[in-house]
């Protein structure tokens, strides 16, 4: 279990960094049909008062908003392809449009005759789903793999039941360090929770850190501790911005 005085004894500010599927959000059949629990979302508007909250997702920056509204917090989104500073400025990665149309007729050709298998078109990413069809894995594997291999401006970045293509530049790790530059985020001992492979690049750069980093779910990681579920980290959350209250001073 995750110990909140250690973290709190050194009385560095804390900074939280949240990924959204799979540790927010229950992970559904098809990725539309997830969403944040009225009590998470409630949790995380109350640590946002105290806190630099910042979520950090492979899903665009508008569905984040989408997911966690009317709460609108720091966020970075298609792995740290696009990101919101605290300011509420938006920044994005930029890549060749043609190039990017060619690569959407190419996959889309690919997919035409499996239904089963889900297309996501992100500003500068694809996400190949195959949730509904978990024996097309070799086949999504091998397609994502020959578009990266052709298109070195792409990485291939797997998931749970998903092959992304996302900019090469872009990770969680870029995203979470570059907001531990900026106000409120400076100076806090970081906290990161996810539960996929893309989230092992954030939990490399807060535990370099110092800070604590939660593995949600089964698998290998670099965390340093872990939560079971996504219910886990719903009462989690819920205990933390009751167990935090005393530590802010009065009339915050
Ligand atoms: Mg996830």
């Not at 966690?68 to 990665?93: N, Y």
Request: glycine share 8%.
């Amino acid at each position: 279990m995750i110990d909140l005085d250690s973290l709190t004894s050194s009385g560095q500010p804390l900074a939280f960094f949240f990924d959204l599927d799979g540790t927010l959000a229950e992970l559904q059949p098809r990725p539309e049909q997830v969403f944040i629990p009225a009590e998470t979302l409630a949790a995380l508007e109350q640590l946002a008062r105290h806190h630099g909250v910042a979520v950090v997702s492979g899903r665009p920056l508008a569905e984040i908003d989408g997911f966690t509204a009317p709460l609108r917090l720091a966020a970075a989104g298609v792995h740290g392809a696009e990101w919101r500073d605290p300011q509420g400025k938006t920044h994005r990665v930029t890549l060749d449009a043609e190039m990017l149309a060619q690569v959407g007729a190419r996959l889309e050709a690919a997919l035409a005759e499996h239904p089963d298998l889900l297309l996501e078109r992100k500003s500068v990413a694809f996400a190949l789903h195959y949730r509904q069809a978990p024996d097309k894995e070799a086949l999504v594997r091998e397609l994502a793999e020959g578009i990266a291999a052709d298109h070195p401006e792409f990485k291939l970045q797997p998931g749970k039941c998903v092959f992304e293509l996302k900019p090469a530049a872009a990770s969680k790790g870029e995203a979470i360090a570059r907001f531990l530059e900026l106000e409120p985020f400076a100076g806090c001992l970081p906290v990161f929770l996810g539960d996929d492979r893309t989230d092992e690049e954030g939990f490399a750069v807060v535990n370099a850190r110092g800070g604590l980093t939660v593995k949600v779910g089964e698998g290998e990681t670099v965390a340093k501790t872990r939560l079971p579920s996504v219910q886990a980290v719903a009462l989690w959350l819920q205990q933390l911005s009751r167990d935090l209250a005393p530590h802010y001073k009065q009339g915050d």
